[in-house]
């Protein structure tokens, strides 16, 4: 059941996802999607529009479309409705019996909040009155439900939210998703450090001396001004995604791969990760906004003349952040993080940058010339991993030259990997957490933020950097990193 069906999210990447599971035979016959919203359809118009989404997102051939029609839309229904009614929750029940008569759904709920964030308190808390909340039978049953980012704005609004649906659910049955854990590259990060002997014993402070995390967007806000005022990069991209990715590459060993064993172990590196005082913000943090500028070849307006931004908008559209993960592995080995929107690309990649060689062996060739050796994790667009060394130039001379090792999973496997909705979303129907965020974490990430924010939110304006569209982000980004003698990955 999708709450907010009629939005861009369901369209986009939910539906498509879901028909993909099926057309891999990864879903039972009998598996069927009910549509919530207020926007009024009937079962075969929320199918056509559906289809017509699914055929746009996936290419779907014209030959597929009658499948589409034949097969998995015969499951698809719709309900309109006011959510925070409770008669709403009655015709639901009443919709759920009959698929379980006709279909053979079994009495299985997965219940999808893609709602705006505003909504999820009441159709929570609608859902336990409702007696929808728990399985029929514990035993035979199982009843879950999937919680759309961002949740909460900070951490008491977090801590609100996760009252409110530990007040109706237990634990276990709460999916927090986060999207990006769910590329195949970020789950290919457990295996790249945890199934090769190679990289684990130097995954440590004396083998590397910084990490680099950096998800760029070429796109603006578009047609997003008023939530992004709300928000902002912080919220909407570090917070979650580039705390998640920081936590995979830092934790422990889990014992098991089991959801319990590695959320352990992803919590306690933001328990290690070193707090950051309000006086010290400007010292660890640059925020930045865009200019106009040139991207994708058109010329494009700055932020603060998007639809729906203020004129004088302080909202930050680029954030850079210097961490430091307080532990045993890690002291002293700082994580840069930077993420922004209106960049030269779109690319997403954690780069772990080696120390040098600590005595120069090759004395007649440029120190120079001599790079340290980096591993690339390569997240989106083009999934992969590569790994830069030095190798001899060709010839009579001593010439060193840094070379690559590139993985990239189209090439290597002949297949594009799945997308992280369909992985997230059958992760869930089978029961597995491993990828979703727990109630603690999600906590822990905003008291990290929170204390940015706060100073953000007092300095107004002040401190605030420009960076023209369509470039690599702010001078002053450029400067932070140097000051520390290094600098910037380019993507």
Known sequence: MIFGA???????????????LARERLLPPGFSVIGCGRTRFTDDQFREKMREAVSEHLHLAAEENAVFASGFGKGVFYLTGDFSQAASYEQMKALLDRL???RGTCGNRLFYLATPPSFFPVTITQLGAAGLA???????????IIIEKPFGRDLASARELNQTVTEVFNEDQVY??????????????????????????????????????SVAEDLGVENRGSYYEEAGLLRDMIQNHVLQLLSLVAMEPPATFLAAAVRDE????????????????????????????????????????????????????????????????????????????????????????????????????????INPNLLAI???PDEGVSLKFSAKLPGPT???????????????????????????????????????????AVELSWELMDPI?????????????????????????????????????RL
Not at 177 to 199: C, M, P, S, W
Not at 299 to 319: H, I, L, Q
Not at 462 to 484: C, H, M, Q, T, V
């Open 266 to 369: 992803k919590a306690k590196v933001l328990r290690a990760v070193r707090p950051i005082p309000a006086e010290q913000v400007a010292k660890v943090a640059v925020r930045a906004q865009y200019a106009e500028g040139f991207a994708r070849g058109q010329k494009v307006p700055a932020y603060r003349s998007e639809p729906k931004v203020a004129p004088n908008s302080a909202t930050e559209t680029y954030a850079a952040l210097k961490l430091y993960v307080d532990n045993w592995r890690w002291a002293d080995v700082p994580f840069y993080l930077r993420s922004g929107k209106r960049l030269a690309k779109r690319a997403s990649e954690i780069s772990i940058q080696f120390r040098g060689v600590p005595h120069l062996l090759f004395r007649d060739t440029p120190s120079e010339q």
């Open 378 to 380: 390569h997240i989106q």
């Open 134 to 144: 728990r399985p029929k039978d514990p035993s035979r049953n199982w009843t879950r």
């Open 6 to 20: 009629s939005g861009d999210l369901t369209e986009r990447k939910i539906v498509p996802a879901l028909y993909y």
């Open 176 to 213: 927090r998703i986060d999207h990006y854990l769910g590329k195949e590259t970020v789950q290919n990060l457990l295996v790249l450090r945890f199934a090769n002997g190679v990289f684990e014993p130097i995954w440590n402070r004396r083998y590397i001396d910084h990490v680099q995390i």
């Open 398 to 440: 001593m010439q060193i030259r840094p070379v690559l090792m590139d993985f990239r999973y189209g090439e290597s496997f002949g297949a594009s990997p799945p997308t992280a909705y369909e992985t997230l979303l059958l992760d869930c129907m089978l029961g597995d957490a491993t990828l979703f965020n727990r109630e603690d």
């Open 100 to 102: 379980d008569r006709e």
């Open 453 to 489: 924010l706060a100073r953000w939110r007092e300095d107004g304006a002040s401190g605030l950097a420009f960076y023209e569209a369509g470039s690599w982000g702010p001078a002053e980004a450029d400067k932070f990193i140097e000051s520390d003698g290094r600098r910037w990955q």
